[in-house]
């Protein structure tokens, strides 16, 4: 069995990358007349801005967290370097394999002197406390009514079952078993630093701060909406909704590098398009000012830390 999952993993990415392309390409080629019809004028052009100012603040704060998590496995990895090799090594998750920028961090802290086996904690702790912040998001709005699904009671009660799971599970009893079995398999040449190495504490702070994550993450997704579409208050709720299941689902599907496609095809699903007319554009449009406030973000620590290691 292991040796047949072996042979169909490598082409198991392209599946789905290749079945989410076409509903996207199927989906626009139906609705074209709507999607050549949307214009941008220049407000729309400054809301558009808005949304990569934000979405680069937002991935900003992003490595900031993480240097929050390297800190509680007290590392030798300071706030600013930490933050630029965040952001330097963050847009590799596009790379194949999904996992070059978790191996672009280990070796920042590694060559800083720190432990191997730390350092893979600390980029496996980050997306699951990722995870549990856009699930408890999506959950709360979904529960409040935020979200229109078709979920009955039953689908509630294993959501909040599996929040509950999520949020017990990063406790350090439970947590550190896990995260060293994850390390030991990623990283066996340093086991017995893996071993030695303890979530001494709840990482409440690092969880709030990617809770902030999702949300200013979800910001940016609002703000391009708005340039290509009016976007009246009761309707936020909705988007933050939508945004937060299908950034969720496009952080924890395999074989989707950065949640791409997935992530697309998830908010097109969710969000109703008697509201949202401009909902294909407006997604597409937010995947390149995504990848785009990465390659800045990335470029422009990548030119500071030439600089600095030429003075």
């Known amino acids: 069995m292991k040796q047949i999952l072996a042979q169909i993993k490598p082409y198991l990415r392209w599946f789905i990358l290749g079945g989410t392309l076409f509903f996207l390409i199927k989906t626009i080629k139906d609705r074209f007349a709507e999607v050549a019809a949307i214009r941008v004028n220049a407000q729309g052009c400054l809301l558009l801005l808005v949304a990569l100012i934000v979405t680069i603040a937002a991935h900003v704060w992003s490595g900031w967290v993480w240097t929050w998590i390297v800190a509680i496995f007290k590392q030798p990895l300071g706030v600013k370097e930490g933050i630029r090799v965040y952001l330097v090594t963050n847009i590799a998750k596009y790379s194949p394999g999904n996992i070059w920028h978790f191996y672009g961090r280990i070796a920042a802290v590694a060559r800083k002197g720190g432990s191997r086996g730390a350092a893979t904690l600390s980029v496996l702790l980050e997306p699951l406390l990722m995870a549990a912040a856009a699930l408890l998001i999506a959950l709360v709005s979904s529960g409040l009514g935020w979200l229109e699904t078709d979920f009955d009671y039953r689908i509630v009660l294993l959501q909040i079952i599996s929040l509950t799971i999520v949020l017990f599970g990063i406790q350090p009893r439970i947590l550190n078993p896990l995260l060293h079995r994850l390390s030991l398999s990623k990283n066996k040449a340093d086991s017995t630093a893996a071993q030695a190495i303890e979530l001494q504490k709840y990482p409440i702070f690092p969880f709030l701060g990617e809770i902030g994550f999702v949300f200013f993450r979800g910001m940016g997704f609002i703000f391009t909406f708005m340039a290509l579409q009016s976007v009246t208050w009761s309707q936020i709720p909705q988007l933050i909704s939508a945004f937060s299941f299908a950034w969720l689902?496009?952080?924890?599907?395999?074989?989707?590098?950065?949640?791409?496609?997935?992530?697309?095809?998830?908010?097109?699903?969710?969000?109703?398009?008697?509201?949202?007319?401009?909902?294909?554009?407006?997604?597409?449009?937010?995947?390149?000012?995504?990848?785009?406030?990465?390659?800045?973000?990335?470029?422009?620590?990548?030119?500071?830390?030439?600089?600095?290691?030429?003075?």
């Open 249 to 311: 689902f496009g952080l924890v599907v395999p074989g989707a590098p950065g949640g791409l496609g997935v992530f697309e095809v998830t908010a097109y699903s969710l969000l109703d398009n008697a509201q949202f007319p401009a909902q294909i554009v407006a997604v597409g449009c937010y995947r390149l000012i995504s990848v785009l406030a990465e390659a800045i973000a990335a470029g422009i620590c990548f030119q500071r830390g030439r600089m600095k290691d030429k003075s």
